[in-house]
């Protein structure tokens, strides 16, 4: 687990792509800069999605880990 403080976290289990992202992003939009993001997902691109949204926004993607059927990926604003 990232040493970094989880300010929200966000269970987008059962959905597909892209609406993990979306909803991720709706939630990173109300946050401020360098909180970080919990996202529960069971989609398996879910990590990858994840890594293409952080380049494109610049959000740094901080952890991706697999629990079973569910990932658990932090992301922190930029």
Do not use: H, W, Y
Request: charged content about 25%.
């Amino acid at each position: 687990m990232t040493e970094s403080i989880i300010a929200q976290e966000l269970d987008t289990s059962g959905l597909l792509c892209p609406l993990p992202v979306l909803k991720a992003r709706r939630a990173l939009n109300a946050m401020q800069s360098g909180q970080c993001l919990l996202v529960i997902a069971t989609d398996g691109k879910a990590p990858d999605d994840f890594a293409a949204f952080c380049q494109q926004s610049g959000d740094r993607l901080l952890e991706v880990q697999r629990d079973g059927e569910r990932f658990r990926i932090v992301v922190q604003k930029r």
